[in-house]
Structures are given as structure tokens and as C-alpha cells.
């Protein structure tokens, strides 16, 4: 938690919620999106939630960069950081800003909700737990296999890999950050394709976990 005058008044453990040791599936109800937690998401989260509310008591914002929290939290590498805060915003359990210093995007901002009380309050939920059903054993048929198409890409890849065609060509250099970026590889990509070209809602996030160095490009440290 955040540091204190005091010595003795510094707490040497992180709490973890219950509820989170006993169930890794989060639904988030106001999206219905559905996300498993892994241990790293988990123990991340614990630590967000020890400085979000320490910082709180005090009347300070809590904000942090994933370098940072990769130093203090050794176990966790700064791309681990990565992949476990789009889980845990997916999840609802946080949401993340910038804050700014003198103009300049220096670390996240982060607002870290309290798991029992979006449970409370219904914005997650946990999944029903569905008794197993008897098996019915059923005799084998014969089958037949084939060889398996190649994997396409999905069409958030599909998009990255014209996303970074401009980026390499330079075309999306005179942007000042990513979401003039993301403007312009809007228009970039319709004047190729001669239509207007529909961008998944999850195509920002494929970013983050797959070309991060695309994104880092703008000086955004999530």
C-alpha cells in the first residue's frame, strides 16, 4: 500500500478477496462479457486494490506506469502487467485513465472497484455452477479425418497487419497520439479497401497483447 510516515503503521501483507480465491470466472453483467482470471490477474489486482484505497483515504488519485508496478511486484513482468489489466477491465474490476504532467501522458490513472461490492450491487456476477448430468454411453461410429484447413487469421490480426503496413510506410507518423492514429488508419484502410471498413471493438485491446510496440510508439505506458 501507499507509503506512511510511521513505520510500525505500514501493513506487510496484501489482502486478497475471498471471492477471488474461490472463483476465477468474473461476468461482467454490464457488458456480458465473460473473463477468467489467472493467479498473476488476481495478485495484481490485490495490489491495485491495497494502493487504490490507500491512496483514496488520503485524497489522492492512485497512478502508477507498468514498469513501476513491474519493479515492485517482481514476479510480474511489465507485459504480464499488460495482459492481466486488460483482463481485469474486461472483467470490470478496474477502469484506467491517463494522468497527465505538464502535457505529457506520464502513468495510468486507475479506479480499482471492490469485488464484493459490484457483486453487491450486480454489476458482476459469478456463473452458476450446473450439476453434471449422467453420462450416457453411446457406442462409438466409425470416423473419417481430414486434413485441417489453415487457420485463417481473425479479422482483429487481419486489421493489424494493415495497421502495421502504414506504420512501417510512415503514413501514420504525423499523428500526435494512437486515437488520431486509429483515425487515420480508418480512412487509410477504406481508401484501399474502397469501402467503409468496420473496426471490431476488441481491435484496440489485440493491439496491446500482440503488437505492443506499435502502440507504445505514442508514449502510452498501458
Keep these: 500500500m501507499a507509503e506512511k510516515n510511521n513505520p510500525l503503521e505500514v501493513d506487510i501483507f496484501y489482502k486478497l478477496p475471498k471471492i477471488l480465491f474461490n472463483h476465477n470466472t468474473i ?10 482470471l489467472n493467479v498473476s490477474d488476481i495478485v495484481l489486482y490485490s495490489y491495485m486494490l491495497d494502493q487504490y484505497t490507500s491512496y483514496k483515504k488520503s485524497g489522492n488519485d492512485f497512478f502508477e506506469s507498468t ?14 502487467i499488460r495482459r492481466s489489466l486488460v483482463r481485469l477491465k474486461s472483467a470490470g474490476l478496474i477502469e484506467v485513465g491517463k494522468k497527465s504532467t505538464s502535457g505529457q501522458w506520464a502513468s ?3 479506479t480499482v ?34 486434413a485441417e484447413p489453415a487457420a485463417m487469421p481473425t479479422p482483429e490480426e487481419g486489421l493489424s497487419q494493415y495497421f502495421l503496413k502504414y506504420f512501417a510506410a510512415g503514413q501514420l507518423s504525423k499523428c500526435l497520439d494512437f486515437t488520431a492514429a486509429m483515425t487515420e488508419f480508418k480512412k487509410l484502410i477504406d481508401a484501399e479497401r474502397g469501402t467503409s471498413v468496420n473496426i471490431p471493438l476488441g481491435f484496440t485491446e489485440h493491439l496491446i497483447l500482440n503488437h505492443p510496440h506499435v502502440y507504445d510508439s505514442w508514449g502510452i505506458p498501458f
Design 108 to 110: 495510468n490513472l486507475y
Design 67 to 80: 514498469q513501476s508496478i513491474a519493479d515492485k511486484c517482481s514476479h510480474l513482468s511489465d507485459k504480464t
Design 113 to 146: 472497484y471492490s469485488v464484493d461490492e459490484l457483486l453487491r450491487t450486480g454489476h458482476i456476477a459469478l456463473p452458476e455452477a450446473v450439476e453434471p448430468e449422467e453420462a450416457e454411453v453411446i457406442s462409438p461410429e466409425p470416423v473419417v479425418i481430414t
Design 27 to 36: 461476468i461482467n453483467t454490464q457488458t456480458g462479457e465473460v473473463v477468467e
